[in-house]
């Protein structure tokens, strides 16, 4: 049993396509973190959220406590957004999704 | 500034061998995490330190991984008599406090490769 499931495993989309991502998860958190790692890089944190709703430029978090569910969703996606979406969860341990690859189309 | 960085950036070694990953977070950061990425896994939590306390172990996967942080600062996660199986990407991250409060800067990682 994972504590924490994404979907959809893998994305392609037409460059400017609205993009949800989607994260549940069961065990008791602090803490949300979306996470983004391109092919062959790093690791970047795009947001921690433990409620409400968070927004950078085009990307936009949102995390629903009673149903222990968060969303990203990417607006106006461009091929530069083409990575892996992690969700990952802080609770009394560390619980990580397996990540939604997304590939957005010129 | 500067953000985390991990040295080696890759790490090719005899099965059985012992390997030691450094990691410098960044300045002022209290908190140090390792992870793990094993090819076509998921990110795994290996062990957590926040500034005095005792680290929280409970991520490491045999008593062959051992880590320390030296003053509040460097890490070093130790694996003694390697195995092929512990061959994956080894992610530090920092925070400048607490876990669940504040968010993770990650390194570029260090490459394990056991042959």
């Known amino acids: 049993k994972n504590e924490v499931e994404q979907s959809p495993q893998n994305l392609t989309a037409q460059e400017g396509e609205f993009i949800t991502i989607n994260c549940s998860y069961s065990v008791g958190i602090s803490a949300l973190h979306w996470l983004q790692q391109h092919p062959g890089g790093g690791i970047v944190s795009l947001f921690m959220l433990s409620s409400g709703k968070k927004k950078h430029g085009r990307l936009i978090a949102t995390i629903n406590i009673q149903e222990k569910h968060s969303s990203l969703h990417i607006t106006a996606s461009h091929p530069r957004d083409s990575a892996v979406y992690i969700c990952a969860v802080t609770g009394n341990q560390f619980y990580f999704g397996t990540g939604t690859s997304l590939t957005v189309i010129p | 500034g500067a953000g985390v960085s991990q040295s080696p950036s890759n790490k090719v070694t005899e099965k059985g061998k012992d390997v030691e990953l450094r990691c410098d977070p960044i300045s002022g950061h209290t908190a140090l995490y390792w992870y793990r990425q094993s090819l076509g896994q998921g990110l795994e939590f290996l062990i957590y330190?926040?500034?005095?306390?005792?680290?929280?172990k409970s991520g490491l996967p045999s008593d062959r991984f051992s880590a320390e942080r030296t003053g509040g600062s460097v890490s070093t996660l130790t694996i003694q008599r390697t195995q092929q199986e512990d061959s994956a990407v080894y992610l530090c991250?920092?925070?400048?406090?607490?876990?669940?409060?504040?968010?993770?800067?990650f390194g570029p990682g260090t490459r394990l490769t056991v042959t």
């Open positions: 330190f926040q500034g005095n306390s005792a680290p929280d």
């Open positions: 991250a920092s925070s400048l406090g607490p876990r669940g409060s504040y968010e993770q800067y």
